[in-house]
């Protein structure tokens, strides 16, 4: 099972059929653990058993993932941490792929208080108030998050000015750091990753063993 990094919205781990170690930019390790006769008694599992023993694995260790990119994500209005989670696991010929990500169907209504705290607001609310709130979808706005934004200066226009936010920002707007959250969340998530591999995957593969010699 491989894990490695999307720099916009993602860390994938992948679990080849076969049991061999992916090919995910990142750490990589096998699914199988070193004790030589585990690694062979998955090996006689059919593919159909391998599968049932790398999906909940896989998933279990996407959630880790998320959670560490919840807990480093930046805070704002709370709605790009409430988007992130693990996706079901795709199958895919003899590889199957699971991810921790920003989800998609989180787009919401974001107001702003006098004082300029967020608040995360109904579908229903955004439509009905759209002079106070404005839409979000944090799919399409977590790659500025991670990778920043250039300065913006006009050329033609007069003013520069967001329809998203109904705000002019004047003839410029400065540029905007990059934050790369998922990078830190996979530093710190990566040892809790590995730990659970190692502990989860013997256990699995015996019992699933068990369960066909039966």
Same mark, same amino acid.
């Given at each position: 099972m491989g894990f490695g990094s999307n720099p916009y919205d993602q860390h994938r781990a992948r679990g080849p059929v076969s049991g061999a170690a992916g090919d995910a930019q990142g750490i990589t390790v096998s699914v199988i653990c070193d004790d030589s006769q585990v690694r062979r008694l998955f090996e006689q599992l059919s593919a159909a058993a391998q599968e049932r023993v790398l999906k909940p694995l896989m998933v279990q260790c996407a959630k880790l993932l998320a959670d560490a990119m919840r807990g480093q994500a930046p805070a704002e209005s709370g709605l790009l941490r409430k988007a992130?989670?693990?996706?079901?696991?795709?199958?895919y010929p003899s590889v199957l792929l699971v991810t921790a990500e920003v989800r998609r169907g989180f787009r919401r209504a974001v107001t702003a208080s006098r004082t300029g705290r967020l608040r995360i607001r109904s579908r229903a609310y955004?439509?009905?108030n759209p002079e106070s709130a404005k839409f979000r979808s944090p799919r399409k706005y977590v790659h500025?998050?991670?990778?920043?934004?250039?300065?913006?200066?006009?050329?033609?226009?007069?003013?520069? %000015?967001?329809? %998203?936010t109904g705000k002019f920002f004047g003839r410029s707007v400065v540029a905007a750091a990059p934050d790369p959250f998922v990078d830190r969340a996979f530093a710190a998530a990566q040892a809790q990753v590995l730990a659970h591999v190692k502990s989860e995957a013997p256990q699995r593969i015996a019992a699933e063993a068990d369960r066909l010699a039966k």
């Open positions: 992130i989670g693990a996706s079901t696991v795709k199958r955004g439509k009905a500025l998050v991670v990778g920043g934004r250039k300065a913006v200066s006009i050329r033609s226009a007069k003013v520069l %000015y967001s329809a %998203y």
